[in-house]
């Protein structure tokens, strides 16, 4: 599994360098116009990195514990339905997000066949801003698998602190 750790971090690190681009983008764009000019399909690219930057960033978030948890519940109960839980839960998860990673991959699989561009200034091929998608979801979904592998096993690859399981103000 120390792979998939390394391939979830460098996802989020490609995240990170898109949401760095997104500021690149914006501030090539207030140059530009200072210049009275402007950046052809700059709102498209930065719209595109936003994306790639939210399903990229999906994994690693999962596994550092930076999704939003329910945990009040799972404080009040014993660890044995904890434990039951917390499988249902990732089983929920991973059905849901399999089947959204499927969709999204045969969307962006239409718009390769389809050849369908972009419709601004730069027309870009939409198959190749949507792969970041399919990426993301994928990984996503490979993260819940791995949890609940390590769940079966009597081990939590995120294991909630205490804190998380008290109460928090």
Do not use: C, N
């Amino acid at each position: 599994m120390a792979i998939t750790q390394f391939i979830y971090k460098l996802s989020g690190y490609l995240s990170a360098a898109f949401l760095a681009g997104i500021g690149a983008i914006i501030l090539a764009q207030i140059v530009a116009r200072m210049f009275s000019t402007q950046i052809p399909s700059a709102d498209d690219f930065a719209a595109w990195s936003m994306a790639a930057a939210v399903f990229l960033a999906l994994p690693q978030t999962f596994l550092t514990g930076g999704h939003i948890r329910v945990t009040l519940l799972f404080g009040a109960v014993p660890d044995g339905l904890r434990k039951l839980m917390d499988v249902v839960a990732t089983l929920i998860a991973i059905a849901v997000m399999a089947w959204a990673a499927w969709y999204v991959a045969e969307y962006t699989y239409e718009s390769y066949t389809y050849d369908d561009v972009s419709q601004g200034i730069i027309a870009v091929p939409l198959w190749f801003p949507q792969l970041s998608m399919v990426l993301g979801m994928g990984l996503m979904v490979l993260a819940l698998t791995e949890r609940l592998i390590s769940l079966a096993r009597g081990h939590d690859i995120m294991k909630p602190s205490d804190e998380d399981l008290v109460g928090q103000e």
